[in-house]
């Protein structure tokens, strides 16, 4: 388990979903599009709160791998959105970042131990992303969402008990849409 205190330089809305959404949630709404991973910097951000800087180094090396997890995980989840399964092209790319990686168990002197192991140090992030995306999959993949804001492109992993949450955040999307609703009513 990996500490998940959110970096203070941490410009996004959406902080602490689990690991792949929190990967996804790296780009979101504006003009044009927020990227927390246009560069170095930002990928050291996206490390620090994903508690993975003491694990990766936040340099241009690790930054491509991680990319292309990101665009692995978000083409699954825009056909698990769009059609309620992942393509053959978007396995295929998941798959393509999980050869990088895997995950070995054994019996060690304080009990069972898993450990992570990649052909390369720079696809560990991409790889921990992309294998919790199957963690979250394994869970159900009808609680993987997008926030029902039209003008929002953020993701978030529905915990609540009964599974109708809809935004990302309901202090901000959620908002929105009741101030909307509100506006409309009244304009009637």
């Known amino acids: ?9 941490d410009p996004r809305p959406l ?13 979101w709404r504006g003009t044009p599009v927020n990227d927390l991973l246009a560069g170095p910097d930002g990928y050291g951000i996206w490390l ?15 930054l491509g791998p991680l990319l292309e997890a990101r665009d692995a995980l978000a083409a699954v989840v825009r056909d698990l ?3 309620g399964a992942p393509g053959a092209v978007a396995v295929a790319g998941l798959n393509e ?35 919790d995306l199957l963690g979250l999959l ?3 993949e009808h609680r993987i969402k997008k926030c029902a804001h039209e ?3 953020l993701h978030f992993f529905d915990t609540s008990q009964n599974g109708r949450r809809r935004w ?15 506006y409309e009513k009244a304009k009637a």
């Open 1 to 9: 388990m990996t500490d998940r205190t959110a970096d203070p330089r």
């Open 15 to 27: 902080i602490g979903e689990p690991l792949s959404l929190d990967l996804l949630n790296t780009r």
């Open 48 to 62: 620090a709160s994903a508690g993975l800087a003491g694990r990766c180094r936040a340099d241009d090396s690790g």
């Open 81 to 83: 959105d769009e059609h």
């Open 97 to 131: 970042v999980l050869r990088h990686g895997r995950l070995r168990r054994e019996l060690g002197p304080q009990g069972p131990a898993e450990q992570v192991e990649v052909d390369r140090p720079e696809w560990l992030a991409a790889w921990l992303a992309a294998d």
């Open 138 to 140: 394994g869970q159900g």
């Open 151 to 153: 003008a929002c492109i």
């Open 168 to 182: 990302c955040s309901m202090a901000v999307c959620g908002n929105r849409a009741k101030a909307a609703r509100h």
